[in-house]
């Protein structure tokens, strides 16, 4: 690959990637040292998030001006920039073969990122990037990091999803089924019907699993109860969501044993407290560390967000949303115990989970390399969802990508040799847009080079930090009088602070002999 045209790059921004990727033993000094490394990373998160405006967003997806209501309905997706039309774009169908891999080409793979790390990614943002299939201007999510995927959006799913049992030993779990000496979720559905099982009646069943054909019903037999309507989608995100009702159900044994004249609705609300800050802190300290470039490691630290000016109610941005749509992550074939698993039949289909154990689905996805984020690189099967993407934008008025870098303090780019030295990128962009400023924000996003040491590009780094800190530490339960004992109970509180990786969760949660651990790694 041609080396790209970095004049676009601005002064301050060479300086600053310098700074944090350059001079390693600084960094990893700071990374030991607690007092010192809390307060860099304070500073750091701080100046990411203010590289644009805070919320609450001037805009949102409701209309092209502020009003009451575009101020208050969260139905609507927020947006960072005012509604703008780009005249003179070609069809969707001619945009989407920037991203389509060539005749007689292969799949270009990551250097850094598993297929476990694009799945963390799907199921994590499948609890808050929820489109409304009915109107792609609204998000039917609660705008939160609540682990909706596991516990449902609304209080009828969590309660069908809820044991609710006093008994001893019983109290504040999620139902739960064992086979194979391992626990797992029910199945939603009556087995060879796609008909819910009535005590299910309000659980989601999967988006889309009657399009374009409904599913076999031995395929849907495989379908869990999960809270969230895209838990299920593959048998890896399906895993994760197994996963983290195994350690709510371990979690709230330990804090019923604790905990005895507790009842159960406290237990629940307890262990679903400490499950939801555990999810946060992996989601910093793993998820966002792989993603950055930097030697320096963020820290889930609450007190970041107390007094700042950013700490505001979280509503999530069209913008964030078509940012996450990282679907060149997505492998054509998935290599699983020595077979090869084309992705079309890795779809709503839980057999590998179910049929294997969650020990091997995680070695095997931390195993297998996940695809290179970026144009002409995104699976056949993906396709149609691109292209959906591309016309989201649009539906949504979104301003250039060129405007988007200006607003997120990027220089604007006037050449398309400054976003990608890849002559095939920057002929497809040229053939495509014609005009650097005519180039949307969802290709634009792709159209970039990965920084070195990150697993995506520079636009899409800087947004992911913007949103994900502003939203994950100003949750309500990381709240300066909300993050205490009382909400998590001792017992709790520990279990969040002493827990410093995935794969704690997982050991403590597959069978002790499972010889997959040896080689996991959540990359």
């Known amino acids: ?21 350059n001079i390693q033993p600084l960094w990893e000094f700071l990374n030991r040292t607690k007092w010192l490394g809390d307060r860099v990373n304070k500073f750091i998160i701080n100046r990411a998030v203010l590289k644009a405006k805070p919320r609450p967003h001037q805009f949102s997806a409701l209309a092209d001006y502020t009003s009451w209501s575009s101020l208050i309905d969260r139905s609507w997706s927020g947006r960072h920039l005012p509604a703008r039309d780009i005249a003179g774009l070609l069809n969707s169908n001619k945009v989407l073969t920037l991203f389509q891999i060539p005749a007689g080409g292969s799949q270009r793979m990551s250097k850094k990122s598993t297929f476990l790390f694009a799945s963390f990614a799907q199921w994590f943002t499948d609890g808050f990037l929820l489109t409304d299939p009915e109107c792609r201007r609204k998000n039917y999510s609660n705008h939160q990091i609540d682990l909706s995927p ?16 006093n008994e001893q030993g019983a109290k504040g779990r999620l139902k739960s089924v064992m086979r194979n000496g391992e626990e797992y979720a029910h199945t939603l559905f009556i087995p060879g019907t796609h008909d819910k099982k009535p005590n299910f009646s309000a659980v989601p069943a999967p988006l889309n699993m009657n399009k374009p054909v409904p599913l076999p019903s031995g395929q849907s037999d495989t379908i869990f109860a999960f809270g969230g309507d895209r838990a299920n989608t593959t048998p890896v995100t399906s895993a ?45 300290e793993e998820y966002i560390n792989h993603i950055s470039p930097y030697w320096f490691k963020f820290r889930a630290n609450p007190s970041v967000a107390w007094n700042t000016s950013w700490n505001k109610s979280n509503w999530i941005a069209i913008e964030f949303n078509l940012l996450y749509r990282w679907h060149g992550f997505v492998p054509e074939i998935f290599s699983f115990n020595g077979n090869d698993v084309p992705v079309s039949k890795f779809i709503l289909d839980n057999s590998l989970l179910s049929g294997n154990g969650l020990a091997l689905l995680f070695d095997q996805a931390s195993r297998q390399k996940a695809g ?26 979104l301003a250039s990508y060129n ?10 780019v006037t050449r398309f040799e400054q976003i990608n030295g890849d002559p095939q990128t920057v002929q497809g962009l040229k053939n495509v847009y014609g005009d650097v400023d005519k180039i949307e924000f969802f290709v634009g996003l792709f159209a970039e080079e990965s920084r ?3 697993a995506v590009p520079s636009l899409i780094g800087r947004m992911v930090a913007l949103d994900a800190f502003s939203q ?19 017992e709790g509180l520990k279990i969040i602070e002493s827990t410093k990786s995935l794969r704690e969760i997982v050991e403590r949660n597959v069978p002790r002999q499972s010889k997959f651990l040896a080689s996991f790694d959540q990359a």
């Open 452 to 454: 070195q040491r990150s």
């Open 472 to 490: 994950a530490l100003t949750n309500p339960l990381l709240s300066k009088n909300v993050y205490n004992e009382t909400t998590f109970s001792a």
């Open 150 to 165: 596991l516990y449902g959006l609304t209080g009828d799913v969590t309660g069908q999803l809820r044991l609710k049992s």
């Open 403 to 412: 405007d988007y870098r200006e607003a997120m303090k990027f220089p604007r």
């Open 1 to 21: 690959m041609a080396e790209r045209d970095k004049s676009g790059d601005g002064f301050e921004n060479k300086l600053e990637g310098w700074l944090l990727t």
């Open 240 to 284: 994760l969501n197994t996963l983290f009702l195994r350690e709510h159900n371990r979690v709230a044994g330990i804090i019923e044993k604790a905990n005895p004249s507790w009842n159960d609705e406290r237990i629940f609300e307890t262990a679903r407290n400490v499950m939801i800050v555990l999810l946060i802190k992996r989601v910093v």
């Open 372 to 397: 290179e984020l970026g144009l002409f690189n995104t699976a056949q099967r993906l396709h149609l969802v691109e292209q959906r993407s591309i016309e989201q934008g649009r539906d949504n008025q």
